[in-house]
């Protein structure tokens, strides 16, 4: 069964400071790993990782896959208020039809 | 822009009656998922559709049943709705584009059953 495991489960910060988040999968016949953005309603694509070491980057955000080590990592510098929300990764299943999502890291940025 | 639409933000229920949570999204997708999200619990999936009249069960379909008659919109009912049915119920799309499937989101629908 693909499992998709998120670490920490929660994290408060102040505005300003650096963040990582974790991601862990175990998923049959890798395609991919995608990173969200949940605030109060829709999730929102990030980012989507293919390849092993490859950085992507948005901005603050920048998000990094090590294939090796079934693991990713999400980074966001200098956080505002505006990062507060919950992150979540995910994983398509070996048939791509579908995606396995782990439980989420809920972000939280004092001012 | 891609959009997805659910029909209700905020739902109340009493225990027993037959919901129906409406989705529709824009973009021509061939694939239409439904899921509930609980604290603790993250996403999971309880039906996706990957074609007009094309249904599968996800990992928790027990208690709802969906329908798909158009390709833009994706329904999901459930027959009597049940307390431990109080949940966020997500709508996504997707389409498969050079074997990455990303899926796109409604906003949500709260729905409480009492």
């Known amino acids: 069964e693909d499992k998709v495991v998120q670490s920490p489960l929660s994290l408060v910060v102040h505005e300003g400071d650096t963040v990582t988040l974790n991601c862990s999968y175990e998923v049959t016949n890798f395609r991919s790993l995608l990173w969200y953005k949940q605030e109060k309603k829709a999730p929102t694509f990030l980012f989507m990782l293919t390849s092993s070491g490859i950085e992507k980057k948005s901005g603050r955000l920048s998000s990094i896959l090590d294939k090796k080590e079934l693991f990713s990592i999400l980074n966001i510098t200098a956080t505002q208020t505006g990062d507060s929300a919950v992150y979540l990764c995910?994983?398509?299943?070996?048939?791509?039809?579908?995606?396995?999502f782990g439980t989420g890291t809920r972000l939280t940025i004092i001012p | 822009d891609v959009k997805v639409t659910q029909s209700s933000r905020y739902l109340v229920k009493r225990t027993g009656e037959k919901v129906f949570l409406e989705c529709v999204q824009d973009m021509d997708h061939e694939n239409m998922f439904w899921y509930r999200q609980d604290p603790g619990l993250g996403l999971r999936l309880i039906y996706f559709?990957?074609?007009?009249?094309?249904?599968e069960k996800g990992d928790i379909p027990e208690g709802y049943s969906v329908s798909r008659e158009k390709k833009e919109r994706f329904s999901l009912i459930l027959e009597s709705a049940s307390t431990n049915q109080t949940s966020m119920y997500l709508c996504?799309?997707?389409?498969?584009?050079?074997?990455?499937?990303?899926?796109?989101f409604g906003a949500g629908t709260r729905l409480s059953v009492l």
């Open positions: 559709s990957y074609d007009v009249k094309m249904k």
């Open positions: 995910a994983g398509p299943n070996f048939g791509n039809e579908k995606l396995t």
């Open positions: 996504a799309s997707s389409f498969l584009d050079r074997g990455q499937n990303i899926q796109y």
